[in-house]
C-alpha cells in the first residue's frame, strides 16, 4: 500500500539535551493510507527513532483526534486525554527505534489531516493528511403482483432503487426488457419511461441520496402462456457494469 509519509526533523535543545559530545536526536515520522472510505477504520503509524549517541529521556507522543475521526483504540498503552492519546515511551536509547499505532474511524467526507508531537527535552511535530470519500451502493430489486396471471390479465412490475451507501448515486437509469409474452400498458415513477416495441427505458434519475429509494411501477399485459422473465437493468454514473436483476412470472 502506497503510503504518505510526513517526516520532522528536530534539533532543538541541542544545548539542553548535549551530555559533553554526546546528544539525543529524535525523529518522528507519521504515516498516513492515501485514501479512506467514510465508516471505515484507518490506522496510524507513528514511528520515533533516536538517531543521536545519548539517551532521549522522558519521551513523550500525543497523537491528537482532529475532525473527521473518531478515536478507537491504541497499542503500546496510549491514554486518551481530551483531544489527544498520549504515549509515555520513557527513555529511548540511541538508534532505538519505537512503532506507535493510533486506530480511528472515518466520520467525515473530505480531506482528513492527523498530526502527531513528541517532546523530550525539545518538541517536535509531525503531520500527515489523507482523502475520506463516500460511495453509492445501489440495491435493485423487481417484485410482480399477481403472479400467476391469466392470459388477457394484467399485472404491475415494482421496481424498488434503493442507495445503501454513503455518498448519492447519480444519473440512474432503468432499461426494462419485456417477454414476448407480455405487452406494454403503462408505466410510472419518478421519470418517465420510453417505449420501444418490448424495450422500456426510465429516464435517468439525476440524483439519489444515500439511504434514499426510487419506486418505479411498470403495468403488462400477459397476451401468451408460458413461464416468462422480465428484465431490469440498471446503469449510473458510478458502475462500470449494469445491475441485472429478472423476475418470473406464471402466465396461463
Keep these: 500500500m502506497r503510503m504518505n509519509v510526513a517526516k520532522a526533523l528536530s534539533l532543538l535543545g541541542f544545548f539542553a539535551c ?5 546528544q539525543p536526536i529524535v525523529e518522528v515520522t507519521k504515516e498516513c493510507p492515501k485514501l479512506r472510505y467514510l ?23 500525543r497523537d491528537t483526534v482532529t475532525g473527521g475521526v473518531e478515536f478507537l483504540k491504541a497499542d503500546n498503552d496510549g491514554d486518551r486525554e481530551g483531544d489527544d492519546i498520549v504515549w509515555r515511551v520513557g527513555t529511548l536509547k540511541p538508534n532505538e527505534s519505537r512503532t ?3 486506530t480511528m474511524r472515518c ?11 513528541v517532546s523530550y527535552c525539545a518538541e517536535l511535530g509531525t503531520s500527515c493528511s489523507f482523502d475520506v470519500k463516500g460511495i453509492p ?19 404491475t412490475y415494482t421496481i424498488m432503487v434503493l442507495n445503501q451507501g454513503s455518498a448519492v448515486g447519480t444519473n440512474i437509469a432503468l432499461n ?7 405487452e ?16 422500456v427505458n426510465f429516464a435517468p434519475l439525476p440524483a439519489l441520496a444515500p439511504k434514499a ?11 401468451a402462456a408460458g413461464d416468462v422473465r422480465f428484465r431490469v437493468e440498471l446503469n449510473s454514473d458510478q458502475l462500470t457494469r449494469p445491475v441485472m436483476e429478472t423476475e418470473s412470472t406464471n402466465i396461463y
Design 176 to 182: 426494462c426488457t419485456l417477454p414476448p409474452e407480455e
Design 137 to 155: 451502493a445501489i440495491l435493485l430489486e423487481c417484485v410482480d403482483d399477481p403472479d400467476p396471471t391469466e392470459v388477457g390479465g394484467e399485472l
Design 107 to 117: 466520520s467525515r467526507i473530505g480531506r482528513v489531516t492527523n498530526s502527531a508531537t
Design 213 to 223: 429509494k426510487a419506486t418505479f411501477h411498470l403495468r403488462v399485459k400477459g397476451v
Design 100 to 102: 506507535l499505532k493510533a
Design 184 to 199: 406494454y400498458v403503462s408505466s410510472d415513477g419518478p421519470t418517465k419511461a420510453k417505449v420501444v416495441g418490448k424495450a
Design 39 to 61: 465508516d471505515r477504520n484507518v490506522t496510524f503509524d507513528i514511528i520515533v527513532t533516536n538517531r543521536g549517541n545519548s539517551p532521549a529521556l522522558n519521551v513523550v507522543v
Design 18 to 22: 548535549s551530555i559533553g559530545a554526546a
